[in-house]
């Protein structure tokens, strides 16, 4: 005789729970994309050429009457994306707190960033400034639509969960970033079986991460829901709202602490992210599809080293995780100084390290923040986290573009960044961790 299973109230809202969760995974599956073959491989190298062959006789451009040199727009463009990310986050963050629709404008920002994408399909010849423009209207809209993205986390996940939802979430990001690099890679060796010129097949992955972006956005912004506010002055400006919450967070100066660690050490991860291509093809004499295999060879790693590094959390702490990360990224950097030009298997070494401490070092900072964020100030706070996390990374590639424009040597540019890592490591391990949580009105889990 048959038996009813009788579902309880508890049961149901864990059921829920997990359904969003995994919607919410996919969001780090469509946008990955556009992170790793857009921002990290294709649109270094390739934005690099265009302004290459619209420069002088000197090697320079001149958008807007001011003297660039070629091999310094790509990493300017991306700087000057995140000022203007920068501007726009806390209004957003402040809007979305404030009426409880943030899925709205996290469909908003993820599809102006898709079609932006989609765009660079129009980038040939010398257009430089198009690609500059779509860059900027890109890196800012992901930046918008992950600060509404992780602000989901802490909404999503209990205390105890954050640490393997996070690094989850990040896991498959990484996961799509693989498997579309196979893709991408195949096409760009095999371009002339299908018929395209080289620069049209860069141009094919560059849109195509664009559609797949925007296709399985889809997929979260069905399964997340958005959660209503607690009444708060809704005639209160996004730019009065934004002064209140930077108020607030000098009410809690730990987590301030914290943001301004990460700000730091995350400025030097964001630009490594964004500027090895640039280094493999201009410094090391890299071919590109040398540099589509090492970024395939980060993202398969990034996946086991979210995870493991997740696991190694869960035994000695987040915080101790993550600063374990950072000696490995300064060692890493340091060795990168000294790879041999035209030897692909070394880099690919250094690619290996990367990889497994990537995903970990940025999924373990993202729930280790959650527990720090006062509850219902979700958006407001990640606001102010993502200009840390895709946001503040304008310092990185700008001390970069100005060292290569100083220098004319990238590899002075990619050793100055080690400063990022070294600043970032003795700030995050004076932030007490447990009392920041108490002080922010959370409970504190039993290793963090």
Not at 8 to 28: H, I, M, S, V
Not at 88 to 99: E, H, I, N, Q, Y
Not at 314 to 331: D, E, H, P
Not at 415 to 436: C, D
């Amino acid at each position: 005789m048959g038996t009813d299973t009788v579902r309880t109230p508890a049961a149901d809202d864990a059921a829920g729970r997990r359904r969003e969760q995994r919607g919410w995974y996919f969001y780090d599956w469509a946008c990955s994309v556009y992170s790793t073959s857009v921002l990290t491989v294709f649109l270094g190298p390739y934005l690099t050429s265009v302004a290459e062959s619209a420069a002088d006789a000197d090697g320079f451009v001149h958008p807007l009457g001011i003297p660039v040199r070629a091999g310094s727009f790509f990493a300017y463009s991306v700087s000057l994306s995140v000022i203007v990310a920068v501007l726009v986050m806390p209004l957003v963050g402040a809007a979305a707190d404030r009426t409880g629709r943030k899925k709205p404008l996290l469909g908003a920002a993820a599809y102006l960033g898709a079609a932006a994408t989609a765009g660079m399909f129009l980038l040939d010849g010398d257009r430089y400034l198009l690609g500059g423009v779509l860059l900027i209207v890109a890196n800012a809209a992901q930046s918008v639509a992950m600060m509404l993205y992780n602000s989901y986390l802490p909404q999503i996940a209990p205390p105890e969960e954050r640490d393997a939802v996070s690094s989850r979430g990040w896991a498959f990001g990484y996961a799509a970033g693989a498997l579309v690099l196979v893709v991408n890679l195949v096409l760009y060796l095999a371009h002339d079986s299908f018929g395209l010129t080289e620069g049209m097949a860069v141009r094919v992955c560059l849109a195509s991460a664009g559609l797949w972006w925007g296709a399985f956005a889809l997929i979260p912004l069905r399964r997340l829901r958005d959660r209503r506010s607690p009444a708060r002055d809704r005639a209160v400006t996004g730019w009065r709202q934004l002064a209140a919450t930077v108020r607030d967070m000098r009410r809690h100066p730990l987590t301030l602490s914290f943001l301004l660690a990460y700000l730091v050490y995350n400025d030097g991860i964001q630009t490594v992210i964004t500027q090895a291509s640039v280094y493999g093809s201009k410094e090391l004499g890299l071919e590109q599809s040398t540099l589509i295999g090492a970024v395939l060879l980060v993202q398969v790693l990034a996946v086991f080293g979210a995870l493991a590094l997740g696991r190694l959390a869960r035994r000695y702490g987040a915080k101790r995780t993550i600063l374990g990360s950072l000696v490995a990224w300064t060692v890493i950097l340091a060795a990168g100084y000294f790879l041999p030009a035209g030897a692909p298997v070394w880099f690919f070494v250094l690619a290996a390290g990367i990889g497994l401490v990537l995903g970990g070092s940025q999924a373990l900072s993202r729930s280790l923040f959650s527990h720090l964020v006062p509850p219902g100030k979700e958006a407001e706070y990640f606001s102010a986290y993502e200009l840390s996390d895709r946001g503040m990374s304008w310092l990185g590639p700008l001390l970069f573009g100005l060292t290569y424009q100083l220098t004319g040597s990238y590899r002075d540019a990619i050793i100055s960044l080690v400063a990022f890592f070294v600043i970032g490591f003795v700030l995050l391990a004076r932030v007490p961790v447990r009392r920041a949580v108490a002080d922010a009105g959370n409970p504190v889990p039993e290793r963090i």
